[in-house]
């Protein structure tokens, strides 16, 4: 076995599975990006009404409607990454890693939405729960960044090869007219 072999975990795919590979990480890119929407919103509106939360307050009622609603993004995020279809078998461990990330995420997103709809409602929230869980997240997310760094190397795809194919996938052309 050669030294890049074992550097990268085995030999190189083949041009075909590398498309496999790209096409699967577009699509993982795909789901993040609606989630990442989500999640703006969600921080604009606490960067925005944050300090001006209190229990009853219409602030909190906001802070709680955009809570929910990222919830559900995230719910959906876990239910489309299960939908994504054949992934080729050296991106298994980047899709499972993702998929732990996406289903902390969720539990994180569902207990901060009812924390946030405690302090509407005048209630207490637990908040050491909300940490705990936002804790977890962080941690799975790390990991699944790594893990996504390493199938990137394994296809020798660099991060601007990444951009530049999500940006041609958001343009409506899938990449594959595209030699990497």
């Given at each position: 076995?050669?030294?890049?072999?074992?550097?990268?975990?085995?030999?190189?795919?083949?041009?075909?599975?590398r498309?496999?590979?790209i096409?699967?990480?577009?699509?993982?890119?795909?789901?993040?990006?609606?989630?990442?929407?989500?999640?703006?919103?969600?921080?604009?509106?606490?960067?925005?009404?944050?300090?001006s939360?209190?229990?009853g307050?219409?602030?909190?009622?906001?802070?709680?409607?955009?809570?929910r609603?990222?919830?559900s993004?995230?719910?959906?995020?876990?239910d489309?990454?299960?939908?994504?279809?054949?992934?080729?078998?050296?991106?298994?461990?980047?899709?499972?890693?993702?998929?732990k990330?996406?289903?902390?995420?969720?539990?994180?997103?569902?207990?901060?939405?009812?924390?946030?709809?405690a302090?509407?409602?005048?209630?207490?929230?637990?908040?050491g729960?909300?940490?705990?869980?936002l804790?977890?997240?962080?941690?799975?997310?790390?990991?699944?960044e790594k893990?996504?760094g390493r199938?990137?190397?394994?296809?020798?795809?660099?991060?601007?090869?990444?951009?530049q194919?999500?940006?041609?996938?958001?343009?409506?052309n899938?990449?594959?007219?595209?030699q990497?």
């Amino acid at each position: 076995m050669g030294i890049l072999s074992r550097l990268f975990g085995g030999s190189q795919p083949t041009p075909e599975e590398r498309s496999q590979i790209i096409a699967y990480l577009v699509a993982e890119w795909r789901l993040r990006a609606r989630q990442d929407d989500a999640a703006g919103e969600y921080n604009d509106t606490l960067t925005r009404l944050g300090g001006s939360l209190a229990p009853g307050n219409e602030a909190a009622a906001t802070v709680a409607q955009v809570a929910r609603h990222m919830a559900s993004v995230n719910r959906e995020l876990v239910d489309g990454h299960g939908d994504l279809g054949p992934v080729p078998d050296a991106a298994g461990r980047c899709y499972f890693a993702w998929h732990k990330t996406y289903l902390a995420l969720a539990d994180w997103a569902s207990a901060a939405a009812v924390a946030y709809e405690a302090i509407a409602a005048s209630s207490h929230p637990d908040a050491g729960r909300v940490q705990t869980l936002l804790r977890e997240e962080e941690s799975s997310r790390r990991g699944a960044e790594k893990e996504e760094g390493r199938l990137m190397r394994h296809i020798r795809l660099r991060a601007e090869e990444g951009r530049q194919i999500m940006k041609e996938s958001e343009a409506g052309n899938d990449g594959s007219a595209t030699q990497f």
